[in-house]
């Protein structure tokens, strides 16, 4: 499994996945169009503020770079500012919970959500209530704020594209997308017209000299990896499809005005999704918050993690007390990661480990509690184990090795956040 696949797939539901229908492929439905921001941004003197949420994709300095800069030469007379809320690795299962603290807190006047790659073996069902959790808190933290989802695609999930139709992670968002009017734009079509024509190759390094370009002939480099486009090239073709959707969002496109929020499309959809500081739960004996200065990881991610409270030492613990339907745990995962036992109501224990295949370096992660639980109060406790992890054989799995032993030695966890469906008791 792809690294920016392995969160979704951990988060995802193991009941069945709920299918949906088909959907037709099409570069872009601009259904009720972005009225609020293109009003705002042909005002003289406004200042725009453009959210990006999304995974690995995002993150690079592609797609997202690219589009603000033309906004920037669309509009010259408007003052754009980036939010840029990506994080590799992720879907929408983590997005709807950090939204309110990497999204909401910037005010933004348009948000872009990609996720349909993350989201990629996601269950659809689920997908549904993620989705339309995070349109929900933007409607109803401001009403004026414009969303537009976009879809992009890897060389694994560009099948059903040649066959015409969406892959299932967009056909699922296309659901929450109709229901409450927002622009679509699928980034990957002319990407797999080039695949189809036999012109594009997913897997090579840009040429570098003359005769690199001319041995390609008409062929198309689109990525490294099968995944992460090249900046020069994937990404302006992700690029040239939202310059192509823009006239036609434009056109459909009334006069401003705030949004109308509908009844839900999900009844159980995560609209009541949020974020709690771990600092929040009650720890054991001893276990105080990492300084960021002191430390090099709290200092690393603390953008997203602004508080981190590392376990270092066997049976050090926190507790904490909700009310709601799901909880979960947001941490940072890496060559210290050990492992932790996780006790819901007093149940029967499970071991989590904070280390696998991929953590030749720390990134961010999430591990669940219990999802889809009666809504009433629960207890949960995360206590470090002494059990060892086999470092050296988890990442054999991917013909990875330990570089620096010291790096690997310790078997701690750094958790900085409660993931919630409903809200932390005290």
């Given at each position: 499994?792809r690294?920016?696949?392995?969160l979704?797939?951990v988060?995802?539901?193991?009941a069945?996945?709920?299918?949906?229908?088909?959907?037709?492929?099409?570069?872009?439905?601009?259904?009720?169009?972005?009225p609020?921001?293109?009003?705002?941004?042909?005002t003289?003197?406004?200042?725009?503020?453009?959210?990006?949420?999304?995974g690995?994709?995002?993150?690079?300095?592609?797609w997202?770079?690219?589009?603000l800069?033309?906004?920037?030469?669309?509009?010259?007379a408007?003052?754009?500012?980036?939010?840029?809320a990506?994080?590799?690795?992720t879907?929408?299962?983590l997005?709807?919970?950090?939204?309110?603290?990497?999204?909401?807190?910037?005010?933004?006047?348009?948000?872009?959500?990609?996720?349909?790659?993350n989201?990629?073996?996601?269950?659809?069902?689920?997908?549904?209530?993620?989705?339309?959790?995070?349109?929900?808190?933007?409607?109803?933290?401001?009403?004026?704020?414009d969303?537009?989802?976009?879809?992009?695609?890897?060389e694994?999930?560009?099948p059903?594209?040649l066959?015409g139709?969406f892959?299932?992670?967009?056909?699922?968002?296309?659901?929450?997308a109709?229901?409450?009017?927002?622009?679509?734009?699928h980034?990957?079509?002319?990407?797999?017209?080039?695949?189809?024509?036999?012109?594009?190759?997913?897997?090579?390094?840009?040429?570098?000299?003359?005769?690199?370009?001319?041995?390609?002939?008409?062929?198309f480099?689109?990525?490294?990896?099968?995944?992460?486009?090249h900046e020069?090239?994937?990404?302006?073709?992700?690029?040239?499809?939202v310059?192509?959707?823009?006239p036609?969002?434009?056109?459909?496109?009334?006069?401003?005005?705030?949004?109308?929020?509908?009844?839900?499309?999900a009844?159980?959809?995560?609209?009541?999704a949020?974020?709690?500081?771990?600092?929040?739960?009650?720890?054991?004996?001893?276990?105080?918050?990492a300084?960021?200065?002191?430390?090099?990881?709290?200092?690393a991610?603390v953008?997203?993690?602004?508080?981190?409270?590392p376990?270092?030492?066997?049976?050090?613990?926190?507790?904490?007390?909700?009310?709601g339907?799901?909880?979960?745990?947001y941490?940072?995962?890496g060559?210290a990661?050990?492992?932790?036992?996780?006790?819901?109501?007093?149940?029967?224990?499970?071991?989590?480990?904070?280390?696998?295949?991929?953590?030749?370096?720390?990134?961010?992660?999430?591990?669940?509690v219990?999802?889809?639980?009666?809504?009433?109060?629960?207890?949960v406790?995360?206590?470090?184990?002494?059990?060892?992890?086999?470092?050296?054989?988890v990442?054999?799995?991917?013909?990875?090795?330990?570089?620096?032993p010291a790096?690997f030695?310790?078997?701690?966890?750094?958790?900085?956040?409660?993931?919630?469906?409903?809200?932390?008791?005290?």
């Open positions: 499994m690294p920016l696949l392995l979704a797939a988060l995802a539901l193991a069945p996945a709920v299918e949906f229908p088909p959907v037709p492929a099409v570069e872009c439905r601009p259904r009720a169009g972005l609020n921001f293109l009003e705002k941004a042909a003289p003197g406004a200042e725009v503020r453009v959210a990006y949420l999304g690995s994709i995002t993150a690079q300095n592609g997202r770079v690219k589009t800069a033309h906004f920037r030469k669309a509009h010259p408007a003052t754009f500012t980036e939010i840029n990506a994080i590799g690795g879907g929408s299962d997005g709807v919970f950090r939204l309110a603290q990497d999204v909401l807190s910037g005010k933004p006047d348009l948000v872009f959500v990609e996720f349909a790659v989201d990629g073996g996601a269950d659809p069902a689920r997908i549904v209530r993620c989705m339309e959790g995070i349109v929900r808190q933007v409607r109803r933290a401001n009403p004026r704020t969303i537009c989802f976009v879809y992009t695609v890897t694994a999930l560009v059903a594209l066959e139709s892959q299932r992670s967009a056909g699922a968002m296309e659901k929450v109709d229901h409450y009017g927002l622009p679509t734009v980034m990957g079509l002319e990407v797999a017209r080039l695949t189809k024509a036999g012109r594009l190759l997913w897997r090579s390094p840009l040429p570098k000299t003359e005769a690199d370009r001319a041995a390609l002939g008409d062929k480099v689109f990525a490294p990896d099968g995944v992460h486009p020069s090239t994937g990404h302006e073709l992700y690029l040239q499809a310059v192509r959707s823009l036609l969002v434009a056109k459909a496109s009334g006069p401003s005005a705030p949004h109308v929020l509908p009844a839900p499309l009844a159980d959809n995560f609209e009541r949020r974020l709690e500081p771990v600092g929040r739960a009650k720890f054991s004996e001893g276990v105080v918050p300084e960021p200065a002191a430390h090099p990881l709290a200092k991610f953008r997203r993690l602004p508080q981190m409270v376990l270092t030492r066997a049976g050090q613990s926190f507790t904490f007390r909700f009310r339907t799901h909880a979960a745990v941490d940072v995962v060559p990661g050990g492992k932790v036992r996780v006790t819901l109501d007093g149940g029967a224990p499970r071991t989590v480990a904070r280390f696998d295949s991929y953590c030749t370096h720390p990134r961010l992660s999430v591990f669940t219990g999802t889809d639980l009666e809504d009433r109060e629960h207890v406790t995360v206590e470090l184990t002494d059990e060892k992890v086999d470092k050296a054989a990442l054999a799995q991917r013909k990875q090795k330990i570089d620096d790096r030695a310790d078997h701690h966890a750094f958790p900085g956040a409660i993931l919630l469906i409903g809200e932390l008791l005290p």
